[in-house]
């Protein structure tokens, strides 16, 4: 498994931006009101990424032999793979609250207090969530062995 990319999440930001302007701006065409996130939200995102990094913590104990227990290998391919979709998940979120917060800065009315408050703390913790995906995948990881390394010319399926 490749560990998460700054393009992919790159991707997710921006296609959560769009969404969001576009979103706010379909709704204001409509007649009503613009979306504004829950404030439940971003504590959501918090705590999902506090159980991400909690959850990768004795996989990493495990592999740095910290840990008396083996680590079984398709949790710890479990728990990365959260951590990966996390970190996606996150940049969207944030791409989603940062696309909502352009709609309400560009309109000529100031937006409210309140809305503009929620919508700036679901993109934080949006980014925070990304933050705690790409450390728990971090986590994840193990070290190389020396046997990892293809030995050259010894290989019998290697030609030139």
Do not use: Q
Request: aromatic fraction near 6%; hydrophobic fraction near 55%; charged fraction near 10%.
């Amino acid at each position: 498994m490749r560990r998460t990319g700054a393009g992919i999440l790159l991707i997710a930001a921006a296609l959560g931006v769009a969404a969001g302007f576009l979103l706010d701006h379909a709704l204001t065409a409509g007649g009503r009101a613009t979306f504004t996130p829950s404030v439940t939200l971003p504590i959501f995102l918090v705590l999902l990424g506090a159980i991400v990094v909690a959850l990768a913590l004795p996989i990493r104990r495990a592999t740095r032999g910290t840990l008396a227990t083996p680590v079984n290998p398709f949790w710890a391919l479990r728990i990365a793979m959260l951590a990966k979709a996390s970190s996606i998940v996150g940049a969207a979120v944030a791409g989603l609250a940062g696309g909502l917060a352009l709609f309400l800065v560009t309109r000529p009315v100031a937006p409210s207090i309140g809305s503009l408050g929620a919508v700036i703390a679901t993109a934080v913790c949006g980014a925070a969530l990304v933050a705690a995906g790409l450390y728990a995948e971090y986590l994840c990881t193990i070290r190389k062995d020396d046997d990892d390394e293809p030995s050259g010319g010894d290989d019998p399926g290697f030609s030139t």
